[in-house]
């Protein structure tokens, strides 16, 4: 069942929800039970916003995706990004203006759990368990058009099959299993 604390968001392209305001939040079992029920429901990602609006000046979210799941590789101009694992294992995969990897981070929920990805800086992730939990933080407004510079040489993520063969030749260059 949703938490009652839970507004959907319904501009948003994904399933979205905004967690009414109160002088506190706390993320715990009870909403972690809750992303992973709506996950499951409804086969989609979900992402639980801890800020009120898009306009807010300070993002918390709470993001379920998928395996498989393709998040085109895009820079923040003026932002910094922080992600925190909660649950599942994910490759941060950081490129270069024309697609090369300049560097690569493992994350899980037992390992390393925090990373910074700074502004400018074009990332990507590969998600290697069946699904993953973080939690990413940046500065807000969410400003739908500039907010994310995406790479030219990247897929825009209409086919399905193009985005994959893209991420799996982009993880394959890293030379890992």
Sequence with gaps: MLPSTLIKDETSKSL???HEQKEGITFGLELTKAIKTIAFESKSNVRINLH??????????IIFQWKGTYVRPHKHLKKVETCHMIEGTQEYILQNETGKIISNEKLSANGNVIYRINNGVYHTSFILSDF????????GPFVQKDDSVYL??????????ESDEYMMRLYGNLGIS
């Design 16 to 18: 979205s929800f905004f």
């Design 52 to 61: 009120s609006s898009a306009e807010c000046t300070y993002h918390d979210m």
């Design 132 to 139: 993953v939990i973080f939690h990413e933080s940046k500065i």
């Design 152 to 161: 030219e040489s990247s897929p825009v993520g209409e086919s399905i099959t």
